[in-house]
């Protein structure tokens, strides 16, 4: 697994300031890819598990957490068994949303906190949001309403990497489609930073920060 780089980064910073895993967390990665969020920050001394529907999973994952191949419309563990959880870009390809943040919930203890991130703004909705299995973009409120649905306390409610929306608007009227590419371990969402080749790179994220209120 490679170094967070560019949005990569830029996420793991935020999973660090909102989530702050120490020693004596029981974290879980909803929908973990790889496992390369949990790799990133096995440093934390927190114990952690990540759960894909993929088995492709890193070996350096492997190494430092337990993986699970599941669905998380039904996660297969016992109600409130973590104190924080983080889903990073996996809400939008889901056809049912709620079925998951409502498993998240169930899987926090009562005050357990949960940071999640999907892509921002549908009139940003580009092919790579079709390649990418995307079933649609978010804007704050319905993230909110989604996340409140499930019954969590949203705290913060917020657009990251704004500053890339202004090259997004202008590749996103041009009529270019050249495929750009990513770095080392890092997926296309983030080329906007470096390359105007394409058109409405989809990089403008929002992100969710909540706690799980009692039952």
């Known amino acids: ?7 990569s980064r830029v996420r793991v910073k935020m999973l660090r300031r909102f989530l702050a895993p120490a020693p004596g967390d029981r974290i879980i990665d909803l929908g973990c890819g790889n496992g390369r969020a949990i790799a990133w920050n096995a440093d934390s001394g927190a114990s952690m598990v990540g759960i894909d529907i993929s088995p492709y999973f890193a070996r350096e994952a492997i190494e430092r957490s337990d993986l699970v191949l599941g669905d998380l419309r039904k996660l297969p ?8 959880a983080w889903s990073l870009d996996v809400l939008e390809h889901l056809d049912d949303p709620m079925a998951a943040a ?23 909705w580009s092919s790579h949001d079709v390649a990418l299995g995307h079933r649609r973009r978010y804007t704050r409120h319905p993230l909110r309403t989604l996340l409140q649905g499930a019954g969590f306390e949203v705290d913060i409610c917020s657009y990251v990497m704004s500053t890339a929306l202004p090259p997004a608007i202008a590749t996103s009227t041009r009529s270019l489609r050249t495929r750009t590419r990513s770095g080392p371990g890092e997926t296309g969402w983030g080329s906007v930073l470096r390359s105007t080749a394409r058109p409405t790179p989809p990089s403008f994220h929002a992100s969710g920060s909540g706690r799980a209120r009692s039952p």
Do not use: C, H, M, N
């Open 102 to 124: 409502r498993e998240f919930r169930r899987a926090l203890r009562p005050g357990g906190r949960l940071l999640a991130t999907v892509p921002a703004y549908q009139w940003l």
């Open 77 to 84: 563990i016992e109600d409130g068994v973590f104190s924080k």
């Open 1 to 7: 697994i490679a170094p967070p780089l560019l949005g």
